[in-house]
């Protein structure tokens, strides 16, 4: 049953970054332009951050095996329009039903492998789902690529859509329900100010660097701040609310979500900032960028196993600690790395840094979510994937401007050293980031007594 979920999840985040390399093939076909054809990505994104608000409240009205399968499904029927969209709108249809599928779909799998394994065990749990979010954006990339050059990118929806009618005829078998997620009430004004609100805010913190119009970026973030304000109010007063966003005032629960916010924010800057330091300062191809991300993807995946079981032995200090140490260090060399480094060199920083932060990711993770009762983990896997994706565009938003600062600074150097100053900035503003995630766990991580207890009794 847990591999039937796995392969769910598997397919929901393959089908993220799967596409990337096909987007120059979709212009040439469909006739679009970059600034067009990037919507494919940036919308399914959009979206997805949509959904995420509403999975709990469908996991409290859908039965599991109702709401995992329907999600397939729907991730199958939009797999099938793109594979013969005409047109471009077509197409971009076919990612909408995608990604309504994967913003409902990630945490609800989450969500009920959590509830399978027994607290003592959730390290380990969580640890194997890491393993294959991991594991999936190191590898789609590459397989998409051999794929689209040997017989087109149409191919890619074909095979998801198979794979999406394998995964619902091994459902329709082995998948049971769970029961444990409260029913909510449904909200349309709460609907409605969660999807205008985090759209308003996405959209304009991933254009916020590359908009020709900054007047109406900043309008957008604020309308999108205060329609999520009115939102979360509006929650907290409810008697039952389709959100329960009062678990943050669990503090254990808040310090986990903002250590791994942190996280999220400066891995996502990191991974738009190597590359461009890869390609314009060492002066190296798109495809040495990809390979110098690899190891570090590889590795980090396999991180995540490992401390989720060291997790369940001895708890959330001994281990995420470590794993925060390892990430900062790796932060710290990124910013030394200069226009005399190596691919290899910053390939070796970056992997320091990718496999402490997700050594550390999936402990910070458990912590949080055994601090809660069973029946707010769909809840907390909502609001946990909500905050990441506004941690991750901002970051992203914040990081590119830091970069774009050394235009500023240095208006009279050349391109290429307003380049190398811009990384410093850049990669110095992710170390400050992921410093400021190891002080808070220091201040905050304790193990709970009971969970020690459990460990001397199991030895």
């Known amino acids: 049953m847990v591999i039937v979920l796995l392969m769910g999840t598997l397919l929901a985040v393959l089908n993220m970054s799967v596409v990337t390399p096909a987007l120059p093939s979709i212009m040439k076909d469909l006739g679009v332009d970059s600034t067009t054809v990037q919507w494919l990505s940036s919308g399914y994104s959009l979206v997805e951050a949509m959904v995420i608000p509403l999975a709990a409240f469908l996991m409290g009205r859908f039965s599991t095996r109702r709401l995992f399968i329907g999600c397939i499904s729907l991730f199958a029927a939009g797999s099938l329009v793109a594979v013969f969209a005409p047109t471009f709108p ?71 859509a198979a794979v999406a009618l394998v995964v619902i005829a091994l459902a329709a078998v082995y998948l049971r329900n769970f029961d444990g997620f409260q029913p909510g009430a449904f909200d349309p004004v709460s609907v409605l100010l969660s999807s205008v609100g985090l759209a308003c805010l996405l959209y304009g913190l991933s254009t916020f660097t590359s908009t020709g119009n900054m007047a109406l970026t900043v309008a957008l973030i604020v309308i999108g701040v205060l329609l999520v304000a009115v939102f979360v109010r509006r ?175 240095a208006p009279t150097a050349t391109e290429h050293a307003q380049s190398i100053l811009g990384s410093t900035l850049a990669f110095a503003a992710i170390a400050v980031i992921l410093a400021a995630a190891l002080i808070m766990a220091l201040l905050t991580t304790r193990t709970r007594r009971g969970a020690a207890k459990r460990t001397l009794a199991r030895q």
Not at 117 to 138: D, H, Y
């Open 90 to 160: 077509l197409l971009m249809v076919g990612r909408v039903l995608q990604a309504l599928c994967t913003g409902a779909i990630m945490p609800m799998v989450t969500a009920v492998i959590l509830l399978v394994f027994p607290k003592e065990s959730r390290g380990t749990a969580m640890g194997i789902t890491g393993l294959v979010v991991g594991f999936a954006p190191a590898l789609g990339p590459s397989i998409s690529g051999m794929i689209i050059d040997s017989f087109g990118w149409r191919t890619l929806f074909v095979i998801m």
């Open 235 to 409: 929650q907290l007063k409810a008697k039952e609310p389709m959100l329960r966003v009062g678990i943050l005032d669990n503090r254990t629960y808040a310090h986990s979500v903002i250590i791994v916010a942190c996280m999220q924010a400066a891995l996502m800057g990191c991974n738009v900032m190597v590359p461009m330091f890869i390609q314009t300062v060492l002066g190296a191809s798109a495809t040495a960028s990809g390979l110098a991300m690899l190891p570090g993807a590889l590795i980090g995946a396999c991180c995540g196993i490992v401390s989720g079981r060291l997790f369940d032995k001895y708890g959330i200090r001994k281990v995420s600690l470590p794993g925060l140490t390892v990430m900062t260090i790796g932060g710290v060399l990124m910013a030394l790395l200069g226009a005399d480094a190596s691919v290899v060199v910053t390939a070796c920083a970056y992997t320091v840094l990718y496999a402490g932060l997700m050594f550390a990711m999936t402990p910070v993770n458990t912590w949080g979510i055994n601090a809660l009762d069973n029946e707010n983990i769909g809840h907390a896997q909502s609001v946990t994937n909500t905050v990441g994706q506004i941690a991750s565009s901002m970051g992203t938003a914040l990081i590119v401007s830091i970069s774009a600062l050394s235009t500023t600074l």
